[in-house]
């Protein structure tokens, strides 16, 4: 796990820790039992430490974990089209109860829908090869996967108006675009706000950002840009985003009135064919 992204490493050493808990073993117990040292299994534990997936595989064994670990540490190292700094926020996507999302620029990832992701991608990558782009554009279309889950998280989003109105990939593919967000705002778990332009206040001006709930686990706030990511567990900064979100739901429209709104943009945009 060494080189992987730091909360990474802390929630599968949180997971490490609950399943030795759960077996009644001590650290040096449970390094015995592998074959480490005790300050190797605290240091996986912290997140601090790698390990290789042999050692994983004795783990899951002797805490009689029946794979999970092995699993959760593989789909941790998985590439799946995803940037070593994205893995972390996709996999906060996959364990969420709950997703929390403002977009102060863009349409969030997770709503994407495929020309509009290859726009995206193609501008902000031109260096890459084709094969290349289709393998992160097909990556950030299989993220919306956990929306579509019959046990998937409750996910509301706030945007900018501006947001719907750039016509990223042109205005066919904002068409597009509208018309997926107002079909995934349908449905019972997912709830999209509108941020109007003629609003005064701007709550969210320091940037866009997502709060994920993990059960088991609590909250943890992700902020990124295009190089880098940073994932915040501690109780002030969560404390923090969370007002901030709050007041940008109060500075939104309701549901229903964003959704009236949206409509609108989509006509602008051009009728259906």
Not at 4 to 23: E, N, Q, S, V
């Amino acid at each position: 796990m060494e080189g992987f992204p730091k909360a990474a490493r802390r929630r599968f050493g949180h997971d490490l820790r609950r399943w030795r808990g759960r077996a009644g073993l001590t650290q040096a117990q449970l390094a015995s039992a592998v074959f480490l040292r005790q300050s190797q299994i605290s240091g996986i534990e912290r997140g601090s430490k790698g390990t290789r997936s042999e050692q994983i595989r004795r783990m899951d064994e002797v805490l009689n974990a029946g794979g999970v670990l092995l699993k959760r540490w593989e789909d941790l190292h998985r590439e799946d089209g995803y940037a070593s700094w994205a893995r972390d926020f996709v996999a906060l996507e996959r364990e969420a109860s709950e997703i929390r999302a403002y977009q102060l620029a863009l349409v969030p990832g997770i709503l994407q829908v495929e020309p509009y992701a290859r726009a995206l991608i193609q501008t902000g990558r031109p260096g890459d090869t084709p094969a290349e782009i289709d393998e992160a554009v097909n990556a950030r279309i299989r993220r919306q996967a956990v929306l579509e889950h019959e046990r998937g998280p409750v996910f509301k989003a706030v945007v900018e108006e501006h947001v719907l109105r750039r016509p990223i990939g042109g205005g066919e593919t904002m068409r597009r675009q509208l018309v997926h967000i107002l079909d995934v705002a349908a449905t019972p778990r997912v709830t999209v706000q509108v941020v109007p332009m003629s609003s005064e206040v701007h709550h969210g001006a320091d940037g866009s950002f997502t709060l994920y709930t993990i059960p088991d686990r609590g909250q943890t706030v992700y902020m990124e840009n295009r190089v880098s990511s940073d994932a915040r567990d501690d109780l002030a900064t969560v404390e923090a985003y969370g007002g901030v979100f709050g007041d940008l739901c109060s500075d939104a429209l309701p549901p229903s009135a964003s959704r009236a709104l949206i409509e609108r943009i989509k006509e602008e945009f051009g009728s259906d064919q």
